[in-house]
Each structure stands twice: as C-alpha cells, then as structure tokens.
C-alpha cells in the first residue's frame, strides 16, 4: 500500500514530457548496478550529457611507440537513439568517427594507434576525444600522445 502511494505521488509530480528515469544495466555483467538515465526533457547539447573515459592500451602508456589502442568508454546521461565518438588531431581536424546505438545508455569504442597514420607520421601532442549524442555535443575528453 505504501508503495502504490509513493508510486502515485512520484507521478503525479512529473509533467508528461518528464517521466521518472529509466534505469540500464551492464548486459555483459548483469551484477554491475544500473545507472539512472535523465528525464526525457534533458537532451544532448546540455553539457555535461555523458562521462567519457579514454584508457590507452596497453594501461598507463603515454609515447606514441608505446600505444597500441585507445579505448574509450561512454557513460550517458540522456537519451539518445546514436552516439558517436570523434577523436581530433592535436591540430583539430577530425581523424575518426565511430557510432553506435544509445539504447544501452553505454557504448565502447576502440581506436586502434599503432600501425596507423599516427604511429607511421608521428602525431604526438594533445588528442581530443568528443562524444556526441544525436549529432548534439555530449561530453569532451583530451589525451596527450608523447612522443
């Protein structure tokens, strides 16, 4: 009974257009903790919409010899139906875009360094790593490759 009361309240407190969050879980590991999603109201372009966490392969490598990948993975915070992940030259022009769906809230990209034009031209320097959900600025990320 207490229940049904709090459920009734908790909706009756939200507007149609913010519903109470979703929660999503790790389906690779469905003993990790689901992590609450925004109200629908919420979209991308309200920074910040998504953690990101880029981790060199292998871990705790810096020189631009020593990288084989770089991983990055995107926690969101919205909803969204695609997100995409950019990684930047340290000059600032786009290198690589990768997408896949939202529907998980998570998403892991891979960038593979070595044998790149990056590891043959030498691109060391600050990277910048953008997600964007629906085309809409989500979350920013650097990494300096040195060299």
Do not use: K, Y
């Not at 009756?12 to 629908?40: I, M």
């Not at 998980?104 to 034009?117: D, E, H, K, V, Y």
């Amino acid at each position: 009974m207490r229940a049904a009361f709090a459920s009734s309240c908790l909706l009756a407190a939200c507007s149609a257009a913010e519903q109470p969050a979703a929660f999503v879980g790790n389906v690779a590991d469905p003993t990790v903790a689901a992590a609450p999603l925004a109200p629908v109201s919420r979209r991308a372009g309200d920074q910040p919409c998504a953690r990101l966490t880029v981790t060199p392969a292998p871990v705790g490598a810096v020189h631009l010899t020593d990288v084989s990948v770089l991983n990055v993975d995107v926690a969101l915070e919205c909803r969204g139906s695609v997100v995409s992940v950019e990684l930047a030259s340290p000059r600032g022009s786009p290198h690589e875009v990768r997408s896949l769906s939202a529907a998980l809230g998570r998403a892991s990209f891979s960038f593979p360094i070595a044998g790149t034009t990056i590891a043959q031209r030498g691109l060391w320097g600050r990277w910048s790593i953008r997600a964007l959900l629906d085309g809409r600025p989500a979350a920013t990320a650097s990494l300096e490759l040195e060299r």
